[in-house]
């Protein structure tokens, strides 16, 4: 509806089952609608497959996602607060793998490498593409996560519970990042003591 370009993605039901491939097309990502931290996010190649993973997933959620597989290097992932730009990553995918994240059936798991960048350094349209798109929702902290393919950028999805694990996401800004998201925070509640004062 806002012109915000993204993968081609289908919400799936058991009823419309058919409209997957010609909707997405093989490979494609099938998505847990709860699924964080590259769990519940599977790749399939064939048809086949994609009938098994459904079976399965259909077990844990009556809706899915399937999206365009887009393969890249890694995803952007722009930090946004306040209709600001806070921080940006490239989040890597393991190497041989297609996640940022590879779970293994024993419970450990492999991360792909965070590259943090100054804001200058980050291509200007994904910028400009996660402040349009986080800006639709509110004025939260959000995590922006953005596929580069070739010239062209595509919003994955918005996380509304953006991780910043020191070392990472504060790589740029060191301290000053968590001064700022504090900041916001005393403003808010000041705002809102003063709302309530007045009401």
């Excluded at 996640?99 to 965070?114: F, K, L, M, N, V």
Aim: glycine fraction near 8%; hydrophobic fraction near 40%.
């Amino acid at each position: 509806r806002h012109k915000i370009p993204a993968p081609r993605t289908l919400v799936v039901h058991r009823r419309n089952l058919k409209k997957i491939i010609p909707a997405v097309g093989l490979p494609c990502v099938l998505k847990l609608p709860d699924s964080s931290f590259s769990r519940g996010v599977v790749k399939v190649e064939t048809e086949g497959e994609m009938q098994q993973e459904l079976k399965r997933m259909f077990g844990l959620s009556k809706m899915l996602v399937a999206q365009q597989y887009l393969p890249t290097a890694f995803d952007w992932r722009i930090g946004i607060f306040d209709r600001q730009l806070l921080f940006a990553c490239q989040y890597h995918m393991v190497p041989g793998y297609w996640q940022i994240i590879r779970h293994a059936t024993d419970g450990s798991y492999e991360e792909g490498a965070t590259v943090t960048l100054p804001l200058d350094d980050v291509p200007q349209e994904a910028l400009r593409l996660a402040l349009q798109a986080a800006n639709l929702i509110g004025d939260g902290l959000y995590g922006v996560d953005i596929k580069q393919a070739g010239g062209q950028f595509y919003v994955i999805e918005i996380t509304d519970n953006p991780n910043i694990d020191a070392g990472n996401e504060d790589a740029v800004l060191g301290d000053e990042l968590y001064r700022r998201i504090m900041a916001s925070f005393v403003t808010r509640i000041r705002q809102r003591r003063a709302q309530r004062a007045a009401a």
